[in-house]
Nanobody
Framework: QVQLVESGGGLVQPGESLKLSCAAS????????MHWYRQAPGKEREWVAL???????NYAGSVKGRFTISRDNAKKTLYLQMNSLKPEDTAVYYC????????WGQGTQVTVSS
């Protein structure tokens, strides 16, 4: 069965970096379009980044130039490198894919605060 498990969240200060991981199982990571979403307290879940099966990437305007999505097919893991973090990046971050149906991970908390 398809499973997505995020990790790597934590508390950091503004300007610092974090790298999130999403361990994927039950499907072929290299054949799937993979997304990162986030949900801040009191707000709707918003799309953050996309990595297509063909290797193309796309980012929300609010993170473009600061975040990088990537994957390691051998490790079956999706990543989100987040640099120059801002307080407004504080949210629960989720990885997502559609493989016959929608699949979401459980999320990992990122808090950016001084």
């Amino acid at each position: 069965q398809v499973q997505l498990v995020e990790s790597g969240g934590g508390l950091v200060q503004p300007g610092e970096s974090l790298k999130l991981s999403c361990a994927a199982s039950g499907f072929i990571l290299s054949s799937a379009d993979m997304h990162w979403y986030r949900q801040a307290p009191g707000k709707e879940r918003e799309w953050v980044a996309l990595l297509t099966s063909g290797g193309n990437t796309n980012y929300a305007g609010s993170v473009k130039g600061r975040f990088t999505i990537s994957r390691d097919n051998a490790k079956k893991t999706l990543y989100l490198q987040m640099n120059s973090l801002k307080p407004e990046d504080t949210a629960v971050y989720y990885c997502y894919t559609y493989w016959s149906r929608e699949y979401w991970g459980q999320g990992t908390q990122v808090t950016v605060s001084s």
